[in-house]
């Protein structure tokens, strides 16, 4: 979804999609952004759903202009959220509503402006969207990543207690045992120590 380029090559089109319910004002809006060659502007076809557009044309960024949004029209976006599915999404509304921001923000949205009418450049405000998407995308790999060394580290902390227990051995000798059963399976220690455990009673664990 990058469009980055490398340096003294053409940057690729950005693939917009275009979701308006109103059939005249997504059409003039498209052809504003079709105006400009550095976008790929692609519109939902009427009775598509916006979760379907997306799959099928896998947009670096959909650009969802509301009129006046209500929560009922947000549930589109909010399907969104899947993994695979998952775009920076640029919403313009006609009128401010701080709760409705609120929720927006929290069902993912990345850009949320209040507009009368759309700026004749909007790429700012895609590229803008698409920025904050990369950074949050980045903080909740970071955060998961974290979480999972937190995880695996409390059951090889748990195993070694209970092979301590087990073999009346200290702690570095049960990590180096744990270490070695590590290596000559090529598997990780987190992964040895979760099989120890379920080879033994938990229950013994202390």
Same mark, same amino acid.
């Given at each position: 979804?990058?469009?980055?380029?490398?340096?003294?090559?053409?940057?690729?089109?950005? *693939?917009?999609?275009? $979701?308006?319910?109103? *059939?005249?004002?997504?059409?003039? #809006?498209?052809?504003?952004?079709?105006?400009?060659?550095?976008? &790929?502007?692609?519109?939902?076809? $009427?009775?598509?759903?916006?979760?379907? =557009?997306?799959?099928? &044309?896998?947009?670096?960024?959909?650009?969802?202009?509301?009129?006046?949004?209500?929560?009922?029209?947000?549930?589109?976006?909010?399907? #969104?959220?899947?993994?695979?599915?998952?775009?920076?999404? $640029?919403?313009?509304?006609?009128?401010?509503?701080?709760?409705?921001? @609120?929720?927006?923000?929290?069902?993912?949205?990345?850009?949320?402006?209040?507009?009368?009418?759309?700026?004749?450049?909007?790429?700012? #405000?895609?590229? =803008? =969207?698409?920025?904050?998407?990369?950074?949050?995308?980045? *903080?909740?790999?970071?955060?998961?990543?974290?979480?999972?060394?937190?995880?695996?580290?409390?059951?090889?902390?748990?195993?070694?207690?209970?092979?301590?227990?087990?073999?009346?051995?200290? @702690?570095?000798? $049960?990590?180096?045992?744990?270490?070695?059963?590590?290596?000559?399976?090529?598997?990780?220690?987190?992964?040895?120590?979760?099989?120890?455990?379920?080879? &033994?009673?938990?229950?013994?664990?202390?």
């Amino acid at each position: 979804m990058s469009t980055d380029a490398p340096p003294g090559t053409a940057r690729p089109p950005m *693939t917009v999609l275009v $979701a308006d319910g109103n *059939t005249r004002r997504a059409r003039a #809006l498209s052809d504003d952004l079709r105006a400009d060659p550095s976008l &790929h502007v692609l519109s939902v076809p $009427a009775g598509m759903a916006l979760i379907d =557009a997306v799959r099928q &044309h896998q947009p670096d960024v959909v650009l969802v202009d509301m009129g006046r949004a209500d929560r009922d029209a947000l549930d589109s976006i909010r399907a #969104l959220s899947q993994p695979a599915l998952e775009r920076p999404v $640029a919403l313009f509304v006609d009128r401010d509503d701080v709760q409705l921001m @609120e929720t927006a923000f929290d069902i993912g949205i990345c850009s949320y402006n209040v507009l009368d009418a759309p700026p004749d450049d909007v790429k700012p #405000l895609l590229r =803008a =969207a698409i920025a904050l998407y990369s950074r949050f995308q980045r *903080t909740r790999g970071e955060l998961t990543e974290a979480q999972r060394k937190l995880a695996e580290q409390k059951l090889v902390d748990q195993a070694k207690r209970l092979f301590m227990k087990n073999e009346n051995a200290t @702690e570095d000798q $049960a990590y180096r045992w744990f270490r070695r059963r590590a290596m000559q399976s090529a598997r990780r220690i987190a992964a040895v120590a979760a099989d120890y455990l379920s080879a &033994h009673d938990r229950n013994d664990a202390p």
